[in-house]
């Protein structure tokens, strides 16, 4: 085998983010009774709550946001779209999405056949993702699918997020691995794929939505059973 170790991605990659963030938020819209509050149509709010999120989650990774702050601005931004400037609202639903999004287990068409194929074919499997330790763990746990990965990386636990080299550098000691016999694999063209690329790695860009891009990973594929192909 060319390599001995793969490097996963967890977010957008195996686990449905969108699909899985959706549900959480919706229990939450509904739990809070936001429809009595101005928010008639919960797709334009998820819409403007996706669109903050996207904009805090940059800031963060770039170190310009703190991890509580992101956690309720999030709210707070898009509660503010509907006039409704309430901080202990907004903290509340930051809590709560937390606790619930990681109890959702959609994941990506084949995620548990590739996993279990890459398994059987001896591959050591490990994570290296930027969400926070305890929920990454937890969704780990609720999508059954922990016991693949022999590491588990996160920002929180290396005190880097990716695309920084450091933190692919703490998961290849982490996992004993050198750099010529592991692969990165992963949704995400700056944090995975560029990241991947400057701490070494060969990369896998796993484009679900048929993204374009001048960026050149090792390999390209658009559904996780092209896995197979390459390993």
């Known amino acids: 085998m060319q390599y001995e170790h793969l490097f996963f991605d967890l977010d957008h990659t195996l686990w449905d983010f969108d699909t899985?963030?959706?549900?959480?938020?919706?229990?939450?819209?509904?739990?809070?009774?936001?429809?009595?509050?101005?928010?008639?149509?919960?797709?334009?709010?998820?819409?403007?709550?996706?669109?903050?999120?996207?904009?805090?989650?940059?800031k963060y990774s770039k170190g310009l946001i703190k991890q509580d702050e992101l956690r309720w601005k999030r709210m707070w931004l898009s509660l503010l779209d509907y006039k409704i400037a309430d901080e202990s609202l907004s903290r509340s639903m930051g809590v709560k999405f937390l606790d619930i999004l990681p109890t959702k287990n959609s994941l990506f068409p084949y995620t548990h056949e590739i996993l279990t194929y890459l398994k059987n074919k001896g591959y050591v499997m490990h994570l290296i993702t930027?969400?926070?330790?305890?929920?990454?763990?937890?969704?780990?746990?609720?999508?059954?699918?922990?016991?693949?990965?022999?590491?588990?990386?996160?920002?929180?636990?290396?005190?880097?997020?990716?695309?920084?080299?450091?933190?692919?550098?703490?998961?290849?000691?982490?996992?004993?691995?050198?750099?010529?016999?592991?692969?990165?694999?992963?949704?995400?063209?700056?944090?995975?794929?560029?990241?991947?690329?400057?701490?070494?790695?060969d990369t896998v860009f796993v484009n679900h939505i048929n993204a374009i891009t001048d960026i050149k990973p090792t390999y390209t594929i658009y559904h996780l059973k092209e896995l197979e192909s390459i390993f």
């Open 20 to 58: 899985n963030s959706r549900e959480a938020m919706h229990d939450i819209y509904t739990g809070h009774e936001l429809n009595k509050r101005g928010i008639a149509d919960f797709n334009e709010f998820f819409e403007k709550y996706s669109q903050h999120n996207h904009h805090l989650w940059e």
């Open 130 to 201: 930027n969400g926070f330790e305890k929920v990454q763990y937890h969704k780990l746990e609720k999508s059954n699918i922990g016991s693949f990965f022999k590491e588990v990386i996160t920002s929180e636990g290396s005190n880097s997020l990716k695309p920084n080299k450091e933190i692919f550098d703490h998961a290849l000691q982490r996992a004993g691995a050198g750099q010529k016999e592991s692969i990165m694999i992963g949704d995400n063209l700056e944090a995975d794929i560029i990241g991947g690329m400057n701490a070494g790695l």
